[in-house]
């Protein structure tokens, strides 16, 4: 049988040549990767790697003890009281502008309330495109375009295409699409050096933790996602995708055009996105981008997943406005988990750290928070001091 060295392994991790490792055999994914049900990209971000399920042994016992607690079994009810919150506040949007009219006041409380209600059916769809419902895949994937799609005007394929890689690498540059900041943004310590070092300056980075406030949270979804969806379901032909995006935009105008016709309409749509993204990013990036964002550093899958993530303190609150993504760590570790089984797995996972040395971090929600704008006036620094000399 023959052997390999790593050196020779690491060189096979090109588009049309891509050797894996499991449990010490050496496998050539070039035409397989095509099939992986997760994407070729997601496999294929291990090639020339060993990618044996990545998991240590403790982690494999820590699996299996949380599958023994029935940690993996879904409670129905509490899926479809969340699903039932958002059609209640969808409802009560509805009646306040029918009762009330179209003056500025029921508007804005109205916006409030319909924004709200997105971001909670983002935070749903995750749950079944994580597969973390149901037993049968089949019926997470059709809920999971039913809320996408329907509910919240987007592509479960385009979500799919982008989230399998972000948990796959995450904060890894080139593999992980969430740290993509396409020039706008610099990240973490060595992005910004190398930036700096080669006299790259898009944008005034030193800066950039104080016009986050206006190209952040308030463009994110009303004008990259929107544009990246909508092209995205165009440009692959994901025609039933597309479908249910137009069941969303036709349910919406036919309900508010007659209070307020189509501009207006068209502007109250964009006003509840601009209100949900900033919802969204500070959330979304509360947990990584405070995190090590880097090259592909040689790791155990275990530590990948820690290093790239961390924890919010639990409330109710915190749990409902996060989604539950304030278990960052767990989700990440076992992300077909069911969300409210998070908090029961959570010790186990520290104890594990704790007896590796792997750090686990958890911090309050606006310490998270802080956290963002912080890292951003770091790394701004580190590229202004590299521009300027090295």
């Known amino acids: 049988m023959p052997t390999f060295s790593w050196e020779e392994i690491q060189k096979h991790n090109l588009p049309t040549d891509k050797w894996l490792v499991v449990d010490r055999k050496v496998y050539n994914i070039t035409k397989w990767s095509r099939r992986h049900p997760g994407g070729h990209r997601v496999i294929g971000h291990y090639a020339g790697e060993d990618a044996t399920s990545q998991i240590i042994e403790d982690f494999r016992a820590l699996r299996k003890t949380a599958e023994a607690m029935n940690l993996f079994k879904s409670n129905h009810l509490f899926f479809l009281l969340l699903l039932a919150h958002i059609i209640v506040m969808e409802s009560i949007a509805w009646f306040t502008i029918f009762y009330f009219g179209n003056g500025w006041i029921p508007t804005i409380i109205t916006s409030f309330v319909l924004a709200t209600s ?209 278990f960052q760590i767990e989700h990440h570790l076992f992300p077909t988990m069911p969300r409210h089984n998070f908090h029961k797995v959570a010790p186990l996972v520290r104890s594990l750290c704790a007896k590796h040395g792997i750090p686990y971090q958890e911090k309050p929600l606006l310490r998270a928070l802080q956290d963002i704008i912080r890292s951003l006036k770091k790394s701004g620094e580190l590229w202004l001091d590299a521009y300027l000399h090295k």
Not at 280 to 306: A, C, G, K
């Open 118 to 326: 997105q971001v909670q059916a983002g935070w749903l769809q995750h749950d079944y495109g994580h597969l973390s419902v149901y037993k049968k895949s089949t019926w997470n994937h059709v809920v999971h375009k039913f809320i996408i799609g329907h509910v919240k005007g987007a592509s479960a394929n385009w979500w799919n295409h982008r989230h399998f890689q972000h948990h796959a690498k995450p904060n890894i540059f080139q593999k992980d699409p969430d740290v993509n900041m396409l020039h706008v943004f610099v990240l973490g310590e060595w992005q910004p050096v190398e930036y700096g070092k080669k006299k790259l300056k898009y944008l005034p980075y030193n800066h950039q933790h104080e016009y986050f406030f206006l190209v952040g949270p308030p463009l994110l979804i009303p004008l990259y996602f929107q544009y990246q969806i909508i092209m995205s379901m165009i440009v692959h032909k994901h025609w039933v995708d597309l479908a249910w995006a137009i069941s969303y935009y036709a349910r919406f105008f036919v309900t508010y055009i007659p209070f307020y016709g189509v501009l207006g309409a068209i502007l109250f749509l964009n006003f509840i996105r601009f209100l949900e993204s900033h919802w969204f990013v500070w959330v979304t990036q509360m947990n990584h981008i405070v995190m090590d964002i880097d090259r592909e550093p040689y790791r155990d899958w275990f530590s990948t997943q820690l290093a790239a993530t961390c924890n919010v303190e639990q409330s109710f609150f915190n749990d409902w406005f996060s989604g539950h993504l304030n």
